[in-house]
């Protein structure tokens, strides 16, 4: 699956997984859930379609980081959404 075939849902993810690197948090499935207010099975299935894409990759502390081509396209979104909110 290419970067253009985000869905919306992956996209809100990225956006969530931007900001929190911008905040220097953790990169965590709580955090992500804490921050969309979603359960954490919900998150920890979306990072594995994130990750299955090829967006993220999980590290052995199940942190997860960012791929080249996943920040590219999280950067992209906020850059976006930021234009929008102007």
């Known amino acids: 699956m290419?970067?253009?075939?985000?869905?919306?849902?992956?996209?809100?993810?990225?956006?969530i997984i931007y900001w929190l690197q911008e905040a220097g948090?953790?990169?965590?499935?709580?955090n992500i859930a804490r921050a969309?207010?979603?359960s954490a099975p919900t998150v920890h299935e979306m990072i594995?379609?994130?990750?299955a894409d090829g967006y993220v990759t999980r590290a052995a502390d199940k942190s997860l980081e960012f791929t080249e081509s996943g920040k590219e396209h999280a950067a992209g979104i906020v850059r976006r959404h930021r234009l929008i909110e102007r």
Not at 5 to 13: D, K, L, R
Not at 48 to 51: A, F, K, P, Q
């Open 2 to 15: 290419s970067q253009e075939h985000a869905t919306v849902a992956e996209e809100e993810y990225l956006q």
């Open 36 to 38: 969309m207010q979603v």
């Open 48 to 51: 594995g379609r994130l990750e």
């Open 25 to 30: 948090l953790p990169i965590t499935g709580a």
